[in-house]
Nanobody, 115 residues
Framework: QVQLVESGGGLVQPGGSLRLSCVAS????????MGWYRQAPGKQRELVAQ???????NYVESVKGRFTISRDYAKNTVYLQMNSLTPEDTAVYYC?????????WGQGTQVTVSS
C-alpha cells in the first residue's frame, strides 16, 4: 500500500487554470502507471489522465488539449496541469495507480469552476 496525498484544488473562474499535485509516500512512479481521476456530484469516478512508466500519456476526450499529466521522480509527485477550465470540470480529483488500487485512494482535492 502507498499513501497518496492530493493538493492544489480550489475555486477558479471559467477559463482559469490550476495545477494539482499528488505526492506518494514512497517511490513508485518508475514501476507503476499512474492516473488522475475525478468524481463529480452524482456521477461515477472517471479516469481523466494516464501516464505510463515509459512516459506515454492519454486523456479522456473531454480534457484533451486542456489537461497535462506529468511526474517528478525526485519529488515522488505526479501533477495535473489544468487549463481552460469549465464548470463541467468541477469535481473531486484523485490520483491512484492505473488501474487503481482500492486501498490507495486518498482524500482527493476539490476543484470548483464557477463565476
Amino acid at each position: 500500500q502507498v499513501q497518496l496525498v492530493e493538493s492544489g484544488g480550489g475555486l477558479v473562474q471559467p477559463g482559469g487554470s490550476l495545477r494539482l499535485s499528488c505526492v506518494a509516500s514512497r517511490s513508485i512512479f518508475r514501476v507503476v502507471d499512474m492516473g488522475w481521476y475525478r468524481q463529480a456530484p452524482g456521477k461515477q469516478r472517471e479516469l481523466v489522465a494516464q501516464i505510463s512508466t515509459g512516459g506515454w500519456t492519454n486523456y479522456v476526450e473531454s480534457v484533451k488539449g486542456r489537461f497535462t499529466i506529468s511526474r517528478d521522480y525526485a519529488k515522488n509527485t505526479v501533477y495535473l496541469q489544468m487549463n481552460s477550465l469549465t464548470p463541467e470540470d468541477t469535481a473531486v480529483y484523485y490520483c491512484n495507480r492505473d488501474p487503481p488500487i482500492a486501498t490507495d485512494w486518498g482524500q482527493g482535492t476539490q476543484v470548483t469552476v464557477s463565476s
